[in-house]
């Protein structure tokens, strides 16, 4: 699983002019299940998301997670965060899983966060979404959870 997180001072996110999920300081997480993931990678995402120290202590060093601070976790399905732009100009998406795989487990990350973590709010799977965003730092960091399939 591929997921680009964001530190926020807030979020939204907006299906046919509703906002959906929106949160305030926290995580906003982009996320893209790759062929051959599973259950595995989505739990091993959902520990990296819930653990991952990028807010300031007290001393201003990135050291605190966002359930340190009780802040929220907004997630948005984006298979595009899969493509591949090494053969041209018109990026290669084989990599995304299909789409009825790349819904349960974006599901299965929600219901695991929901799980262990108190604010957690989420996009729409395969809907055409406008996220609003205001970026805190800013700090915008890439996270792979491999899987045993072969990258080309």
Do not use: W
């Not at 530190?7 to 996110?13: H, M």
């Not at 046919?16 to 949160?23: H, L, M, Q, W």
């Amino acid at each position: 699983m591929i997921a680009l997180v964001q530190r926020v001072l807030a979020a939204r996110v907006d299906v046919a002019g509703a906002t959906v999920g929106s949160i305030g300081p926290g995580l906003l997480a982009l996320v893209c299940a790759e062929v051959g993931d599973g259950d595995a990678q989505a739990q091993r995402l959902v520990d990296k998301l819930l653990k991952l120290r990028v807010f300031p202590d007290e001393q201003g060093r990135m050291n605190r997670s966002v359930q340190d601070l009780g802040g929220g976790l907004l997630v948005v399905s984006q298979f595009t965060l899969a493509a591949d732009t090494r053969g041209g100009n018109r990026p290669s998406f084989s990599r995304a899983a299909p789409a009825t795989l790349g819904e349960r487990l974006y599901e299965r990350v929600l219901a695991l966060a929901r799980a262990r973590h108190a604010v957690v709010e989420a996009g729409v799977f395969g809907a055409d979404m406008q996220v609003h965003l205001v970026n805190d730092g800013p700090v915008t960091i890439p996270i792979v959870i491999p899987n045993d399939t072969p990258r080309a």
